[in-house]
């Protein structure tokens, strides 16, 4: 009997539930699935990056080349535009999607470069809540944009993993993310989601990092495996190697392929065969991080008075 998703309304890319908070744990963690997700960890919370949830740069690419053409293209426009024997109907409809398309492109750039440069989720022990850094990624410029505090009560928080598949004109790709799920009290009716985690090709680091926040939270530091907390700085040759981290020829680099295992070096060695793609999104990595403004919490983050 196929397995049938508990919480409503349904995931649209639902692939399976993750356990509850006071369930039994699975196998034991494997701390360096996590080294690249965790921002801090002490007695009090443990901080989880959401920075590599986003495709940094890649929008701003989209942009810049989208104006590019554009700009290649106008003088030919230019000539067709102002013939004697040009139709001025056409040539409105041509100088509108013009403008269409450059409003279009300083959008796609602008976006990518006010999205914060991370978006992380707290798991506070003392509070017995999860707060999180949130911003609205829409493909519309209105309304505004604005960063959102969301703060909800570890007992209603749930997890599920989703599943995405497609194919993208060159193979056939699937990827899965941890969603986390917060209910109304006592209940599986959903109120909000959260991805936590994303573009992963198996499940079984969803799975680790699951069981190390929910290990946390019952029991703090004390079970837990050391991780090493991910580099936070910018730096150009960082975003470079960003979609090619396995090319890195620094330390960081190292660290990076020696937890490679079989599956990561056969997807990296077709993946390296785009290097002319992840290069360019690596240089514009660097720009939109450096724009990128510095998430920031509040001084005090509001008692939590439930969701129920």
């Known amino acids: 009997m196929p397995a049938i998703a508990r919480f409503n309304p349904v995931n649209p890319f639902w692939y399976e539930d993750l356990p509850d908070a006071a369930a039994p744990f699975g196998e034991t963690i494997q701390s360096p699935t996590l080294d690249d997700d965790i921002n801090a960890i002490n007695d009090q919370y443990l901080e989880m990056s959401r920075a590599a949830n986003v495709m940094r740069g890649g929008l701003l690419l989209m942009g810049l080349v989208l104006i590019a053409m554009l700009c290649w293209s106008l003088p030919l426009l230019v000539r067709i535009s102002f013939r004697h024997d040009s139709v001025l109907f056409l040539s409105i409809v041509n100088w509108a999607l013009v403008a269409v398309a450059i409003v279009c492109g300083i959008f796609l750039i602008m976006l990518d470069c006010l999205i914060p440069k991370d978006l992380p989720v707290r798991f506070d022990r003392g509070t017995g809540s999860v707060t999180a ?39 056939y790709v699937v990827r899965y993310a941890l969603v ?4 109304k009290s006592g209940t599986t009716e959903v109120l909000d989601r959260l991805v936590l985690k994303s573009n992963d090709m198996t499940v ?12 946390y939270m019952r029991e703090g530091t004390v079970n837990l495996p050391p991780v090493q907390t991910r580099a936070q700085g910018i730096s ?53 991080m450096k724009c990128a403004p510095e998430p920031q919490w509040p001084e005090k983050v509001p008692s939590f008075r439930g969701n129920g």
């Open 236 to 288: 150009f040759r960082r975003s470079l190697f960003t979609y090619m981290p396995y090319l890195d020829p620094s330390s960081e680099g190292a660290y990076f392929r020696a937890r490679m295992g079989a599956i990561d070096w056969i997807t990296a060695f077709f993946m390296t065969w785009f290097f002319w793609i992840w290069i360019p999104m690596g240089l514009c990595h660097f720009i939109a």
């Open 133 to 171: 850094l949130d911003y609205p990624i829409r493909f519309l410029p209105f309304p505004p944009r604005r960063l959102q505090l969301k703060h909800f009560a570890w007992s209603d928080v749930h997890a599920e993993i989703t599943r995405q598949a497609g194919y993208n004109g060159k193979a």
């Open 204 to 215: 079984k680091g969803l799975h680790a990092m699951w069981d190390y926040v929910r290990r």
């Open 180 to 183: 986390l799920v917060i209910c």
